[in-house]
């Protein structure tokens, strides 16, 4: 079965880190580009960040310098990694993987990301 889960989203207070993970199942996930996208409340889905079959990674602006993406082949999983996380972080984070032959992507059903005090 062809599906990515989300895990170790939760409430974090301003300023700390976080690391959320995507595993994949059912697809070679060495031919797929990952990518994170988040959803705030009220607000459309915005990319977060991606990452190539080759490593190449895309942050962009709003949360470059405090994000990070990496994935590990061996484990089938694709890592975001979040720090001096701010309120206006606070989203639905979903993870994406395209196929690098025919662009066909799969969504996850998504982690929520809270940053509170």
């Known amino acids: 079965q062809v599906q990515l889960v989300e895990s170790g989203g939760g409430l974090v207070q301003p300023g700390g880190s976080l690391r959320i993970s995507c595993a994949a199942s059912g697809i070679i996930f060495r031919d797929f580009h990952m990518g994170w996208y988040r959803q705030a409340p009220g607000k459309q889905r915005e990319l977060v960040a991606q990452?190539?079959?080759?490593?190449?990674?895309n942050i962009v602006d709003s949360v470059a310098g405090r994000f990070a993406i990496s994935r590990d082949n061996t484990k089938n999983t694709a890592y975001l990694h979040m720090n001096t996380l701010k309120v206006e972080d606070t989203a639905v984070y979903y993870c994406?993987?395209?196929?690098?032959?025919?662009?066909?992507?799969?969504w996850g059903k998504g982690t929520l990301v809270t940053v509170s005090s």
């Open positions: 990452i190539s079959t080759d490593y190449k990674t």
């Open positions: 994406s993987a395209a196929d690098r032959f025919n662009g066909m992507r799969i």
